[in-house]
């Protein structure tokens, strides 16, 4: 990956990757139960931008090139909080559901990332790195960006990759 310069004129929710983290398990990760869905994300094998139909992050990006990690900022915390009044015989699971508040959290990401492209100079950007094969949580650590974990989660983050296509081309993904 290219050599990534401290931009001091960078919003404070893009962070420079300073080492990309591929694993060739994120596939493996998506098909791992959770509640109501016993084979894992429904999701995968279905939609282009999953695994196993999405590119590989070095089909995709020109790693030679610098990447940058872009995050949306949503308080989950917050949110539970403001359901619980409203709908008071709620479980905790109905108030953290992600149909009340993903949409949100995505849409703020989007307008970041457009933001964030002309910053950068980049012209590609990822808002689903993970199906690529990125280790999100590794690589957003070692560039200076700590995620919660779901279990603990009080600020939600979606992550984007930004940075140059391989093809030379504009690429939103």
Known sequence: MGVVKNNTNLPPWVYPVKRLVISDRVG???QLPYPRHPKGCPKYGVDNKCPPKAPTIK???DLSRPL???HSEFNLGNHILKME???PKWTLRQCKCVLYWQQTSRSQLNQRILEALL???AMASATIPEAMGVNVYATAR???LKLERIRHLEICRHVALIGRSNKGQV???
């Open 171 to 173: 690429s939103l993904w």
């Open 142 to 144: 070692i560039s200076g």
């Open 59 to 61: 089909d995709f990006f």
């Open 68 to 70: 940058w990690l872009v």
């Open 85 to 87: 009044k409203k709908h």
């Open 28 to 30: 493996k990760w998506c």
């Open 119 to 121: 910053h950068t100079g």
